[in-house]
Structures are given as structure tokens and as C-alpha cells.
Nanobody, 114 residues
Framework: QVRLVESGGGLVQPGGSLRLSCAASGSTFRFAFATMGWYRRAPGKQRELVATMASDGRTTYSDSVKGRSTISRDNAKNTGYLQMNSLKPDDAAVYYC??????WGQGTQVTVSS
């Protein structure tokens, strides 16, 4: 069984920064070989893919966060990260970590408000 636990969400003022973490565990899970994705869902909106990082380090970003966010991973710690800067109210959502083939965390809430 694979378990993903996100953390790092919270309340931040517009223009602020947060670093989300996604810790993976599971006796047979090979974190280093998985593609990692960060998704978000805001109230009343569809789930949005924010960023991905493949096992070879290739990254993709949605236009909504490109230039403001950085996805990274530490395979030795089985942990992934999403650094978000210059946060806007539109970034407020529950952020979920996903690892292939289809493992999901419970989400962490990000609120952007003054």
C-alpha cells in the first residue's frame, strides 16, 4: 500500500510564498521511478494540473503558475515539493500530490488572502 501525505499549506497573503511537500511511503513503492504531479481544486472549479516532474527530471507547468512555481523532488527522502511564489487569490485551492500510476494524497489547503 502506498501512502502520500501532503503538508505545507496554510494561509498566506497575496505576494507570499509557500512550499508544499508530498511524502510517500510504501514498502514496495519506487518513488524515484514515478512521475509526480501536483493538482489543485478550487471551490466550484475543475481539478487543474499545476505541475509535473518525471523520473528523469523533466518538468511541466500550467500557464497559471509558470514562472512562479517550482516542482522538485528528493528521491532519497521519497518526498516531492512544490514551491509557490508571488501567490495570488486565484491560487487558493486544495492542492493534491499524485504519483504514477495513480496514487493520491489527501490534499493540503492553500488560502491566499489579506
Amino acid at each position: 500500500q502506498v501512502r502520500l501525505v501532503e503538508s505545507g499549506g496554510g494561509l498566506v497573503q497575496p505576494g507570499g510564498s509557500l512550499r508544499l511537500s508530498c511524502a510517500a511511503s510504501g514498502s514496495t513503492f519506487r518513488f524515484a521511478f514515478a512521475t509526480m504531479g501536483w493538482y489543485r481544486r478550487a471551490p466550484g472549479k475543475q481539478r487543474e494540473l499545476v505541475a509535473t516532474m518525471a523520473s528523469d527530471g523533466r518538468t511541466t507547468y500550467s500557464d497559471s503558475v509558470k514562472g512562479r512555481s517550482t516542482i522538485s523532488r528528493d528521491n532519497a527522502k521519497n518526498t516531492g515539493y512544490l514551491q509557490m511564489n508571488s501567490l495570488k487569490p486565484d491560487d487558493a485551492a486544495v492542492y493534491y500530490c499524485m504519483l504514477t500510476p495513480n496514487y493520491w494524497g489527501q490534499g493540503t489547503q492553500v488560502t491566499v488572502s489579506s
